[in-house]
């Protein structure tokens, strides 16, 4: 049963602090999204990348997020310093760019992470 | 700039009746497409519902069906023999045609199913 793993699942920490999000796509998927989710804003885009390159970053705070892909298993999403602001849901979701399954994209079950 | 509106941020339905949730979207563009999430819970993110903008006929999915109005931007949802499950967030969502890229959401709405 194919699916995209994140880890880890609930992540409290102080203000400050690094945080690392860690996504494994599903296998043979070429582009990969990072939403973010919150009361105020709702579900809104932060990066995604396509063949492990960057295509959109443009919802992501520059100053403080990072996102890469190292390899085609593993994106990970890092704050430094982490904000009691950055406090949400983090969805990773994957799917194939182009042809069967193109039209979906398939979600995480998030990373929920609190700054204090 | 695409923009998708939910403007009912609750609803509510008894068991077994019918429910339409309401979501109009903004855009230039001619190749779209269109979906419908539901949010239980457990906060997993579960496609319901799609529609590709190129075609005229609504979408059905089993209870799930689509009104999709193009010239009026309106994309609505109707959930038919509602159940218990049914209650969640429910999100629409807009995304260019083409490769797979962004989704644009919808505020949501909750969904509750009254038993």
């Known amino acids: 049963d194919a699916r995209v793993t994140q880890t880890p699942r609930h992540k409290v920490t102080e203000m400050g602090q690094e945080v690392t999000m860690r996504c494994q796509p599903i296998?043979?998927?070429?582009?990969v999204f990072w939403y973010r989710q919150t009361m105020m804003q709702g579900l809104e885009l932060l990066a995604y990348?396509?063949?492990?390159?960057?295509?959109?970053d443009s919802g992501m705070p520059k100053d403080r997020f990072s996102a890469e892909m190292p390899d085609a298993t593993l994106a990970t999403l890092k704050i430094q310093p982490s904000e009691p602001r950055d406090s949400a849901v983090y969805f990773c979701?994957?799917?194939?760019?182009?042809?069967?399954?193109?039209?979906?994209?398939?979600f995480g079950p998030g990373t929920r992470l609190t700054v204090l | 700039a695409q923009t998708v509106t939910q403007s009912q941020p609750e609803m509510s339905v008894q068991e077994a009746e019918t429910v339409t949730l309401s979501c109009t979207y903004d855009?230039?563009?001619?190749?779209?497409?269109l979906f419908w999430y539901k949010q239980p819970p457990s906060r997993q993110m579960i496609l319901v519902i799609r529609?590709?903008?190129?075609?005229?006929q609504n979408a059905t999915e089993n209870r799930f069906s689509v009104n999709f109005q193009k010239a009026a931007k309106s994309f609505s949802l109707k959930i038919s023999d509602s159940q218990l499950g049914d209650a969640a967030m429910y999100f629409c969502?807009?995304?260019?045609?083409?490769?797979?890229?962004?989704?644009?959401f919808g505020k949501g709405i909750t969904l509750s199913v009254r038993p």
């Open positions: 296998l043979g998927h070429n582009t």
């Open positions: 990348f396509r063949n492990r390159a960057p295509l959109d």
């Open positions: 529609q590709e903008a190129y075609k005229q």
């Open positions: 855009t230039s563009e001619s190749d779209y497409y």
């Open positions: 979701a994957s799917g194939p760019a182009l042809g069967v399954g193109s039209n979906e994209q398939f």
């Open positions: 969502a807009y995304r260019l045609g083409g490769a797979n890229s962004k989704l644009t």
